[in-house]
């Protein structure tokens, strides 16, 4: 049962680390998630017009799926979070969909640039989330770290939606939001020593 419920969790974290898109140092922290990438490109303003549209239209998909979620706090244990991954699995779809769009509106240039960056954000979920399992986490610590990510990935659709703020205004907003820290901080000792270790052959890998 044990081992069901982690490969469970496996996909779960897919889906949510998917869904935001994890970079490596070269990128740089403050822009881990999908939406941070696009509104870091070096565009002229009706190209920033055109694609706040695109993010608006999302945000009214994504304002109409939470209104049907349970609330995050209400995820109690492992079987609550199970049921929610169809949602989280729908809230993916959204934000892959605007990105498709986005790129669309891109110069060659910046297309290139910005695909490369998604292709390499996928391979790495795939690395971070085959290190999750290998760090044998608890029930609780799995639980306690989905609904965290959750929670991250919220707060980053709030901010790139808020379009009533700069780009660089979200910009900096965005640099306060940190998934590593929030799935290290529910690690044991010796889970976040196997981490860093790993961590760090990843970054070497990617040198």
Known sequence: MHIAKTFICCIVF?????????CSAQIGVSNMYQESLWINLNLSKEQRDQIDGIILDADK?????????????DLYNFDDLYNYADSLSQMKE?????GSKITQVLPLKDREIFESQMEESQ????????MMLQLDLTEKQQTDIVKSLIKSQQRVWSVVSDT???????????????AINLITGKLTTTQRTEWK???????????
């Open 61 to 73: 998909q994504m304002r109409a799926l939470r209104g049907k979620q349970k609330m995050v706090d």
């Open 164 to 178: 009533s703020l700069s780009w660089e205004q979200r910009r900096q907003k965005l640099k306060t939001v940190n």
């Open 14 to 22: 897919f889906e949510i680390i998917l869904g935001f898109g994890i």
């Open 123 to 130: 391979q790495l979920t795939e690395r971070y989330t085959m």
């Open 197 to 207: 270790k790993w961590n760090q052959s990843l970054n070497l890998m990617n040198l």
């Open 94 to 98: 959204i934000r892959m969909d605007a």
